[in-house]
Nanobody
Framework: QVQLVQSGGGLVQAGGSLRLSCATS????????MGWFRQAPGKEREVVAA??????????ADSVKGRFTISRDNGSMNNTVNIQMNSLQPEDTAVYYC?????????????????WGQGTQVTVSS
């Protein structure tokens, strides 16, 4: 289990931007693939973006390609994974979660991820 602490999120107008961060003090952070997921009311949790252990490979859901960017910092003092969200739309409204996995498949699935952050509300107004 990896302890993940999220920050960021909030309320933004359509077309605006937000940045979410997820931090851990886990020394073996580089050993985990990381992902961002979201869950809207009444819907299943879905993957938004994911990144491999060293950041050489990324995955984006079709709905966010070209708008969202995932990145990670594997520095010993700053073990973080971030997601920059631009051109936000009302349909992006959801609770967002970061998560850690032992591996990154070509099409990541929530079940692959065993450690989760606490969740952060993102609300986009029209």
């Amino acid at each position: 289990q990896v302890q993940l602490v999220q920050s960021g999120g909030g309320l933004v107008q359509a077309g605006g931007s937000l940045r979410l961060s997820c931090a851990t003090s886990e020394r073996t952070f580089i050993g985990y693939a990381m992902g961002w997921f979201r869950q809207a009311p009444g819907k299943e949790r879905e993957v938004v973006a994911a990144i491999s252990r060293r950041g050489t490979r990324t995955y984006y859901a079709d709905s966010v390609k070209g708008r969202f960017t995932i990145s990670r910092d594997n520095g010993s003092m700053n073990n973080t994974v971030n997601i920059q969200m631009n051109s936000l739309q009302p349909e992006d409204t959801a609770v967002y979660y970061c998560a850690a996995a032992q591996f990154l498949r070509e099409r990541p699935m929530p079940a692959d991820f065993r450690s989760w952050g606490q969740g952060t509300q993102v609300t986009v107004s029209s």
